[in-house]
């Protein structure tokens, strides 16, 4: 299962470069900068696979890596990005044309920043995936960042925010790609995809 060796297969900038649809997916979404490309790499044991940076918008293009019998997609940003923007306007449509028109996409993990938890913008992204289709599971992110004392209300938002929204799969998983946390957590989970 997801146990093998990951490597890089391309990066597609527009819907018609993606690769056949002939196998399982996953993507991770989320806003810019809230650790997208960070958690494939702890993910995958891989420090440098997945470019990462502290400049919102690092990712530019639909991501496709390989490992097992399955793709991990990593995803550009939404909202804020260091870019110009005609160019974010254009990875935007892209990314949005993906979460609503790739049949093989099995579940959209959606990554949320456990200091911020669901804005505005994220709530666009869900019902994007509710109309679509899509099962999603929220990943929360940089949980190194905050205290253990601030988890309730973090999940008291989060929860109340998926409720709104039927493709919400309701399992939370609370993840630091800096101290590990959760890493675990989240690979038995895409395991479980796996077997299904
Ligand atoms: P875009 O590609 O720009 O959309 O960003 P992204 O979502 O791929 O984020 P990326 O993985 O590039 O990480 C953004 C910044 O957050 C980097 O400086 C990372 O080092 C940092 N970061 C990511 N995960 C964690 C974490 O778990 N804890 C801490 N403290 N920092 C993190
Ligand atoms: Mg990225």
Same mark, same amino acid.
């Given at each position: ?9 391309? +990066? ?13 997916? #996953? ?12 958690? #494939? ?11 990462? *940076? ?19 997609? &990593?995803?550009?940003?939404? +909202? ?31 990554? #949320? ?11 666009? #992204?869900?019902?994007?995936? &509710?109309?679509?289709?899509? /099962?999603? %599971? ?5 949980? &190194? ?11 008291? %938002? ?18 630091? *790609?800096?101290? +590990? ?7 038995? /989970?895409?395991? +479980?995809?796996?077997?299904?």
């Amino acid at each position: 299962l997801f146990a093998g060796e990951t490597s890089f297969v391309k +990066g597609v900038v527009a819907m018609s470069g993606l690769p056949p649809a002939d196998r399982l997916e #996953i993507c991770f979404a989320g806003r810019s900068n809230v650790g997208k490309s960070s958690l #494939i790499n702890a993910l995958t044991g891989r420090k440098g696979l997945a470019r990462a *940076s502290n400049t919102p918008g690092r990712t530019q293009e639909i991501n496709y890596f390989e490992r097992d019998a399955l793709y991990l997609v &990593d995803l550009p940003g939404y +909202g804020f990005a260091n870019a110009p923007v005609a160019t974010v306007a254009k990875w935007q449509e892209l990314m949005r044309a993906y979460l609503s028109g790739r049949p093989t996409l099995r579940r959209a993990f959606v990554l #949320i920043d456990s200091r911020h938890g669901i804005k505005k913008v994220d709530d666009e #992204i869900l019902t994007l995936l &509710d109309k679509a289709a899509v /099962t999603f %599971q929220v990943v929360l992110t940089k949980a &190194d960042k905050i205290k253990t004392s601030e988890y309730p209300a973090l999940l008291e %938002q989060v929860g109340k925010a998926l409720a709104k929204h039927p493709a919400a799969y309701p399992e939370l998983i609370l993840t630091s *790609s800096e101290k +590990g946390e959760g890493i675990p957590t989240l690979r038995s /989970t895409i395991n +479980g995809l796996l077997a299904d």
